[in-house]
């Protein structure tokens, strides 16, 4: 079964930090790039980041440049995102999504809460 | 960035009949070298993720019911659900992924008359 499973979620105060991990089954991880989205509550959705399928070629949302750093480790079939300086806004869902092209494969999401 | 604007914000339509919805990219997603529409289309049920409906504008993904059909071309697109069933109920949103950021419109939530 083609399967992204994001962890990692969780309460964290303004100004932490949080490391996001997305784990891949089912497909070929080294083939897709990968990205993340988010949703905050009853909002749209918010591409944030993607990562080519090597790993060499990077891309940020303004919100999070700075802030966010994704990595790919293709041998673990995993996804990652650190997050620092986190901020009340960044308060949402976020979604690993692989792609060739179009978002083919999401995972389930994992929520993230900044709050004091 | 290209903005992406849909419309309407929200549609009920009745069982059985069609609904559309449409989407505007503030410029042109359609690749010239290989004359396809970098344009995608994802359905969003209540608590679950987006799914892949439509890429290439018109292209439905494997699974996708025929009942729902993408047209359009450079900025303005429009997705087709023909023949409304009550599993339609959900978020639809069109996508750029033209050039980043990976713009998303604001969505169109479609509901049942």
């Known amino acids: 079964e083609v399967q992204l499973v994001e962890s990692g979620g969780g309460l964290v105060q303004p100004g932490g930090s949080l490391r996001l991990s997305c784990a891949a089954s089912g497909f070929t991880f080294s083939t897709y790039e990968m990205n993340w989205v988010r949703q905050a509550p009853g909002e749209g959705l918010e591409w944030i980041s993607y990562i080519s399928s090597s790993g060499n070629i990077i891309y940020y949302a303004d919100s999070v440049k700075g802030r966010f750093t994704i990595s790919r480790d293709n041998a673990k079939k995993s996804l990652y995102l650190q997050m620092s300086s986190l901020r009340a806004e960044d308060t949402a869902v976020y979604y690993c999504a692989g792609s060739l092209g179009a978002f083919n494969i999401w995972g389930q999401g994992t929520m993230v809460t900044v709050s004091s | 960035d290209i903005v992406m604007t849909q419309s309407p914000d929200s549609l009920a339509v009745s069982l059985g009949e069609r609904a559309t919805i449409n989407c505007k990219s503030s410029q042109s997603v359609l690749y010239s070298s290989n004359n396809k529409n970098y344009l995608a289309w994802y359905q969003q049920k209540p608590g679950q993720p987006p799914k892949l409906l439509i890429y290439?504008?018109?292209i439905r993904e494997s699974g996708v019911p025929d009942r729902f059909s993408g047209s359009g071309s450079g900025t303005d697109f429009t997705l087709t659900i023909s023949s409304l069933q009550a599993e339609d109920v959900a978020v639809y949103y069109c996508?750029?992924?033209?050039?980043?950021?990976?713009?998303f419109g604001g969505g169109t939530k479609v509901e049942i008359k």
């Open positions: 996508q750029q992924h033209y050039s980043t950021p990976r713009t």
């Open positions: 290439w504008s018109s």
